[in-house]
């Protein structure tokens, strides 16, 4: 007898469900409600690094549809690649205008706006999937640890992850840093 948890969860598009209701819709919605709304452009850029820790770590059948592979080209994929890519991008302009329109430099918002760009689209397309491949062959290999449900490749990915917003941030009080020390030294 198979029980309804089991179905459910081997159904093919049941990670996509999940991760568009929270991450897209409840996630943004509860920053609005909270009066975050500032949070927004720096969490719309980590959607694109979710996405791709949940597709490389996950049951190939929970994410398969996430993000475009080799392994999944279908129309499902595709649409929702592009909405991925499409608010990741959507959160980096916001930022860039944002900090543009404050400081009144066009050149500060274009100069953040590609570090984020090299930091986001390096991270998830080659540091997010080679970092947990290489931590699982190392558990795999070098470790007697129970790996039944690979619990440590969501591990390594949230740790890559918290790193990546670390040099984020940091790349942001650097930007704040030389604003303050422009207004008093007036070039």
């Not at 490389?56 to 592009?82: E, I, W």
């Not at 491949?133 to 070098?142: I, L, R």
Request: proline share 4%.
């Amino acid at each position: 007898m198979v029980s309804a948890l089991s179905v459910t969860l081997n159904m093919p598009n049941i990670g996509l469900i999940i991760y568009y209701l929270v991450c897209v819709i409840i996630i943004p919605i509860v920053l609005i409600n909270t009066k975050n709304i500032d949070i927004l452009p720096l969490y719309f850029p980590l959607l694109l690094p979710l996405a791709t820790i949940l597709k490389t770590s996950g049951n190939p059948n929970m994410y398969q549809n996430l993000l475009m592979c080799d392994k999944s080209k279908t129309l499902v994929a595709m649409v929702s690649n592009t909405i991925i890519l499409l608010l990741t991008i959507v959160g980096i302009f916001w930022y860039s205008i944002n900090l543009s329109l404050d400081s009144g430099k066009l050149a500060d918002g274009i100069l953040i706006g590609m570090s984020i760009c090299i930091v986001i689209f390096g991270s998830s397309y080659v540091l997010l999937p080679e970092s947990i491949k290489k931590f699982d062959n190392f558990m795999k290999t070098k470790t007697d640890m129970d790996l039944t449900y690979e619990w440590h490749r969501y591990v390594i990915g949230f740790i890559v992850l918290m790193i990546i917003v670390g040099f984020e941030l940091s790349i942001f009080s650097l930007f704040n840093v030389k604003k303050n020390i422009r207004n008093e030294v007036q070039f």
